[in-house]
């Protein structure tokens, strides 16, 4: 639970490879309770308010991508500290300018409850506002990736539905992704005390990898094995 120290608001976070902190919320689409969504990747976002610029062009973004979020069976979730009023007079807006339709719900955080819970509300950035936070929760409930962004950046939605990929990938195959991997891009056989290091580029050649250093070795995307 955030505690104060001096005039600064200690911020607790959750913390990765842990279970996502559960809650029950208020939204547009009435009473959501995380534990619901179990056997789903959830994509927790908030966002600093209604009636934003940046924040319109997001909103506007996740619900062009909505499609590619079902297809990794992924659920989006959107929260602000705005009312649910408000919620819906801005949807209203969004899918006006950019010709979209939002089927997710946006929780109404008027209480601060599950901001704090989740470390969002930070007072250097504001101390009425939620920053910018994404938080990919998998299908079992772990929290496995948690990306902040400025207020004055908006997010780049591909890369949040390539790190769903990533993370698929590595639960489905055990491989893990270099950097700017995208999916059929050749994937990492990581040094495990089962697998072991490959000492030559003769051996990794007759496993079918890709020899750069004992302990640096790639293959063919897994999931196209």
Not at 70 to 76: C, T
Not at 130 to 137: C, K, L, Q
Not at 146 to 175: C, H, K
Not at 182 to 198: K, L, N, Y
Request: net charge negative.
């Amino acid at each position: 639970m955030s505690s104060l120290s001096g005039t600064e608001e200690r911020v607790s976070m959750p913390l990765l490879n842990e279970p996502a902190p559960d809650f029950e919320a208020q939204s547009t689409h009435g009473p959501i309770k995380l534990s619901d969504y179990r056997g789903k990747y959830v994509v927790l976002f908030s966002h600093p308010g209604d009636f934003t610029p940046v924040c319109t062009t997001e909103i506007g973004g996740f619900a062009k991508y909505q499609e590619e979020f079902e297809k990794r069976n992924a659920q989006l979730i959107g929260l602000s500290v705005d009312s649910v009023p408000a919620h819906w007079a801005w949807i209203r807006d969004i899918e006006r300018i950019f010709d979209v339709k939002i089927n997710f719900p946006l929780i109404a955080d008027l209480d601060l409850k599950v901001s704090r819970l989740y470390g969002m509300i930070h007072p250097a950035a504001s101390n009425t506002s939620t920053i910018r936070a994404v938080y990919i929760i998998d299908d079992k409930g772990i929290l496995r990736a948690v990306i902040y962004y400025p207020m004055s950046a908006g997010r780049n939605i591909p890369e949040i539905l390539r790190v769903i990929d990533s993370l698929q990938t590595t639960d489905t195959t055990g491989y893990t992704t270099p950097a700017d991997w995208q999916p059929g891009d050749p994937v990492i056989v990581p040094v495990t005390p089962t697998s072991g290091a490959i000492e030559n580029e003769e051996e990794a050649k007759a496993k079918g990898l890709d020899y750069k250093s004992w302990y640096l070795r790639f293959k063919d995307d897994g999931r196209h094995s």
